[in-house]
């Protein structure tokens, strides 16, 4: 009888263990094995060639220097066709990820490390995009006139974003490798304010890029149609202001500026501000087209105003005033990511 017993158990043993040899099953879950790519690039080449003639030691810092790092931690988020999307978080290296059931549609894979960048409309692929959080300045009004309704916001975070149309199908037990390249959607505008005379008043710099995008759509990297006014501080140097402003580019992009001649902005204005507090405690405001020269950088590139002056006349009765960084700064609304 013990016989019969032993030969019972054997073969439901057996089969068990025959099932499960592949790589321990896995714990008997459809598994991927996520790999990231990551494009750092700042700004894409539509015939400026920056990089061609890059003069380091204008810049202070070699073309690779403006390359964002490569981000802490990844979300993805899985679409179904008859359930709600699920959300799982990976290290910047990939790793192997257990799926649950149900049959992956689509998915869309995006940094999660942000602080500066409102996420919407998560629930669909084709609807889920990023937009800057707001930040207000009474004093732009040259730049607010000329973009009538533009929402003011901070410059936003890094972005890198992919989309899987159609998600591989992977069975239980199967480990299926999963290659992914991230992507930038957010682009840097080196921007250099020169002084030919007059810097030594300044105390504090900041300015404004007017006529951005509002936002960028994570699925396919397309830009709104809606314009923001960027806000953004400076830093002061041997004869000039510079700033590194990450934006979305353009708006409309790609669709409408592709293919336009140099000459030809499409119809858009492009505006841009340099504010300067006098260490008297005076406010000065310099105010520029630069439509000319956003021709060919829809996304990313260098803009440079040269020729600025402040007469010493306007720093007369210098008292050494403190200036006041909490009167000088912005009011900031932060808002809180919107989840899947």
């Avoid at 964002?68 to 959300?87: H, I, K, L, T």
Wanted: net charge negative; aromatic share 12%; charged share 25%.
């Amino acid at each position: 009888m013990d016989r019969y017993i032993k030969i019972a158990v054997a073969l439901i043993i057996l089969p068990m263990l025959a099932a499960c040899r592949k790589e321990v099953c896995y714990d008997h879950y459809p598994t991927m094995d996520v790999s990231f790519t990551w494009e750092r690039e700042w700004e894409r080449d539509y015939g400026k060639y920056h990089l061609d003639s890059w003069d380091e030691g204008y810049f202070g810092d070699t073309y690779d220097g403006f390359r964002p790092d490569v981000p802490e931690w990844v979300n993805m988020v899985r679409y179904f066709e008859d359930a709600r999307p699920q959300e799982h978080f990976l290290s910047p290296d990939g790793g192997r990820l257990m799926l649950s059931s149900g049959k992956t549609t689509s998915m869309l894979l995006y940094n999660g490390d942000t602080e500066y960048i409102i996420l919407s409309d998560m629930a669909s692929q084709y609807e889920a995009r990023a937009s800057a959080t707001q930040r207000s300045r009474s004093s732009i009004s040259y730049v607010a006139e000329r973009h009538p309704g533009a929402r003011t916001t901070n410059p936003p975070d890094k972005l890198f974003s992919a989309y899987i149309e159609h998600a591989p199908q992977v069975a239980n037990h199967e480990l299926k490798p999963l290659p992914v390249k991230m992507q930038p959607l957010v682009y840097t505008y080196v921007i250099t304010y020169e002084f030919e005379y007059g810097l030594q008043h300044v105390a504090l710099a900041r300015g404004a890029l007017g006529g951005m995008a509002e936002s960028v759509y994570l699925r396919d990297g397309r830009t709104s149609e809606e314009t923001a006014i960027i806000l953004f501080d400076c830093d002061i140097a041997d004869g000039y202001c510079r700033t590194q402003v990450r934006s979305f580019g353009i708006p409309g992009f790609p669709d409408e500026y592709y293919g336009r001649a140099e000459n030809d902005p499409g119809g858009r204005t492009y505006t841009l501000n340099l504010e300067v507090m006098l260490k008297n405690g005076k406010l000065h405001e310099f105010n520029f087209d630069i439509t000319d020269q956003m021709t060919r950088q829809p996304r990313g590139g260098v803009i440079k105003i040269d020729g600025l002056r402040i007469e010493d006349e306007e720093n007369l009765n210098e008292s050494g005033f403190s200036v006041d960084v909490d009167d000088w700064g912005d009011h900031q609304d932060i808002d809180l990511p919107v989840g899947v």
